[in-house]
């Protein structure tokens, strides 16, 4: 007995199948009540940027030199699109006398508009007196649930004062007044309000999904809920393990790294089940044994499901490389997730797999060729052997040997032309756009843009050390394109050599001309200093502001790109080259997910430009597709060519080819469709970000599963002989044939 069999033996023995469910069931029943779930220890307000980011040292100057512009505000949005009454002007100074009179916990100085004339109030409004924008600003320190309450009390306040709900009125209604909380206050609460509960929701839907998915696919009742209860129980051990380790500050966990984990989990953990289950349902066809056929498809794909599942945590794990915060808190989540999806497949899986036995597969049960003829007999009917080569995946099979150049030409060709759009995508980092356009602080942003500068719902503020010399700092500033106006600077509290300008851009502050504007700032603000005569041997510039902000964010994400995306392609082919031992394979497998990563972005592009109507994509969304597609796409290769490597020891490489793609073409569509879909369901949140992942990951796995796996692959193998192998040693049985003749 091999050592696989062996292990098959101790984890689904006779008696260990039941030891090993109890162990997992009791593992699973005391992390979920001594340790906090994952999602009680969400941190939506993680930052992103590192320390040293150029935007990060400003916000800390800012804090402890300039106190008074500091701070979260939020912007109380009033509008009336028939002109703003002397009754809403009423309203807005009797909200500034309660926050006057009763400020709101962590809030700063409010405007007193209270104090001053109705008169005076309105010229504070916008030119067509349709619009009012009333700031209230809050402590830093300020969590968002604090922020939801004080918002809560604002909106309280407001319609107690107002006929009707002015939060519910459509901001385009032609009489009754609107108001709209916008600002960095307004939108930190309506974004964590977008994701509060989606971790539920998504993972209900994907488990519903999956479970119909399975019963469609396989029409077994029995077999649909095997690898859910497999990943049902990966799940509830790797959320208490997470919720620990974020409890503990080891790691850190937002809402968006939940809802991706949820669905890799569900999606990639029934892929690893499923190709366990059709090893065993391949066994059983041919040994009556349910004991010993259970042993024999451990031994075969337990290699397989152990070298996917390494690739793709150590993909994953690659990302703690990143320096852009919401990459790193990605790593561990998903790595962790995948690592114990994979022993649960390992271990729980096959023990089901015991203790069910053929009836996991009812009512299509598979049995032997003399159990179905001695079942045939006793029930008076005629057997009939079933014909292999009439399956698609035969066919498939038949046609890859018999065209190979065809078919390489014409995927390369599909494959090619799509990725040829992905450079055309145009990217953004605006954190609006984001958003639903319905969502409360976007229409007020909006409201705010047509009213006003838009610049002015986050200003760009720059810091500078003049040293004491006279500057003419605002003239350099307003120069730089797309500034609307610069306000006076206002001196530091405890150095007035140290000047902090507000910088009012003429347009949406969170648009990519926008953060392109920001290294011309730093230029004309040292130009300014230079011409003054101020010493340029140290910094005397910083820049803050979401603007700013957003311009590192894009910064270290192009350096993460180019770190990441080597190291994720090194790993993987070092994985291949141990696992296949041939260098040619592990470079025409890697290259292979490489254009199909490419097709699914132009294709991705394709569908949400000219499709959905989006001007351009998250910045995110390369790397992170970039590592799902890649780890993931290595599976289904890693499958289906680990199948055609063992056959090809025992049978000529044509054949092997042939009944490879057959054997495999069924189990690995299944996984791609189920896989696929659950990530397809991240497009069903109202975040723009995971729809676009969502779409694009969804189409690189089906690129995977119906392009480069049943004929791009096995067509290259097709072509290159046994080329394909070099320079492993061993080979099909013709070769070693005429090896042992030319000896």
């Not at 307000?45 to 500091?70: C, I, R, T, W, Y």
């Not at 100085?109 to 030119?127: G, I, R, W």
């Not at 229409?443 to 500078?464: R, Y």
Request: contains cysteine.
């Amino acid at each position: 007995m091999s050592m696989l069999e062996k292990c098959a033996a101790i984890v689904a023995g006779k008696r260990s199948r039941w030891v090993t469910l109890i162990v997992w069931i009791v593992l699973a029943g005391i992390l979920s009540v001594i340790l906090p779930a994952v999602g009680d220890k969400e941190n939506n307000n993680a930052p992103n940027l590192e320390p040293d980011s150029p935007s990060v040292l400003a916000g800390q100057m800012l804090k402890e030199k300039f106190p008074e512009s500091s701070g979260i505000p939020a912007l109380i949005v009033w509008h009336r699109e028939s002109g703003l009454t002397e009754e809403d002007v009423s309203r807005i100074q009797s909200l500034a006398r309660q926050l006057a009179e009763e400020p709101l916990a962590g809030q700063l100085e409010s405007v007193p508009l209270h104090e001053m004339p109705a008169p005076a109030v309105m010229q504070l409004a916008s030119e067509d007196k349709t619009t009012l924008v009333q700031p209230v600003s809050f402590e830093e320190k300020v969590e968002t649930e604090q922020l939801k309450e004080n918002l809560e009390l604002v909106q309280g306040e407001i319609k107690n004062n107002a006929e009707a709900d002015p939060f519910e009125t459509p901001v385009d209604d032609s009489s009754e007044l609107s108001v709209r909380i916008s600002g960095p206050a307004g939108i930190s609460v309506d974004a964590t309000a977008l994701f509060k509960g989606a971790d539920v929701t998504l993972l209900i839907a994907t488990v519903l999904l999956v479970l119909i998915l399975l019963l469609l696919i396989y029409r077994s009742p029995v077999l649909a809920v095997i690898p859910l209860i497999g990943v049902g129980f990966a799940y509830a051990v790797t959320s208490p393990l997470l919720g620990w380790m974020a409890e503990t500050g080891w790691i850190t966990v937002d809402s968006q790294a939940i809802a991706i984990m949820t669905v890799l989990l569900f999606g990639a953990g029934t892929d690893y089940c499923l190709f366990f289950i059709s090893h065993f349902r391949q066994e059983l066809l041919r040994e009556e044994n349910k004991m010993l056929a259970l042993k024999r498809s451990f031994k075969d794909a337990s290699g397989a499901i152990a070298m996917s599942g390494f690739t793709v945590v150590l993909s994953l794990f690659a990302l703690l490389a990143a320096k852009y915060g919401a990459y790193d808190r990605f790593a561990v989540p998903f790595s962790l997730s995948i690592l114990i999806m994979g022993f649960a497949s390992l271990t729980l899986v096959p023990a089901l797999l015991a203790i069910f036995g053929r009836a996991a597969f009812f009512p299509f049960v598979p049995r032997t060729d003399a159990m179905e003829q001695a079942r045939a007999t006793n029930r008076g009917r005629t057997f009939r052997k079933a014909d292999p080569d009439k399956k698609l995946g035969a066919k498939v099979g038949r046609l890859v040997i018999a065209k190979p150049w065809t078919i390489v030409l014409s995927c390369v060709l599909v494959l090619g032309v799509l990725a040829a759009f992905s450079t055309q995508i145009k990217y953004t980092y605006d954190l609006l756009s984001s958003f639903p356009e319905d969502m409360p602080s976007r229409e007020g942003f909006d409201i705010i843009a047509e009213a006003f500068t838009p610049g002015e719902l986050a200003p760009v503020t720059v810091i500078v050390q003049t040293e004491g010399e006279e500057t003419s700092m605002t003239d350099q500033l307003a120069a730089v394109p797309l500034v609307d106006y610069v306000l006076e600077p206002q001196p530091g509290t405890d150095d007035p050599d140290l000047l902090a300008y507000k910088v009012i851009l003429n347009t949406n502050p969170y648009s990519q001309e926008a953060m392109d504007s920001i290294p011309a700032l730093y230029e004309a603000a040292n130009a300014g200093l230079a011409e003054a005569g101020v010493a340029g041997d140290a910094q005397k510039v910083w820049i803050g502001g979401q603007t700013a902000s957003q311009y590192d964010a894009k910064e270290l994400t192009d350096r993460d790109n180019l770190v990441i995306i080597p190291v994720v392609i090194a790993l993987i082919l070092l994985l291949l080259l141990t696992y296949l031992r041939s260098v040619t394979a592990a470079l025409y497998l890697v290259g292979t997910v490489l254009l199909s990563y490419a097709a699914a972005l132009g294709l991705g592009w394709i569908i949400l430009h000219y499709f959905m109507g989006a001007d351009a994509i998250q910045g995110a969304i390369p790397l992170y597709a970039f590592v799902f597609l890649i780890a993931l796409g290595e599976d289904y290769n890693i499958f289906m060519v680990s199948s055609i490597w063992q056959k090809r020891k025992t049978m000529p490489l044509s054949q092997a080819i042939r009944e490879g793609v057959s054997e495999t073409g069924g189990v690995i569509t299944s996984a791609g469709l189920i896989l696929a879909a659950t990530f397809a369901v991240l497009a069903t949140l109202p975040i723009q970000v995971l729809v676009q992942f969502g779409l694009i990951t969804a189409i690189g796995v089906l690129m995977d599963t119906f392009i480069v796996r049943p004929f791009l692959v096995p067509a290259i193998t097709s072509l290159l002989g046994p080329r394909a192998f070099s320079p492993d040693k061993a080979g099909s049985i013709q070769e070693q044939r005429n090896r042992q003749l030319a000896d």
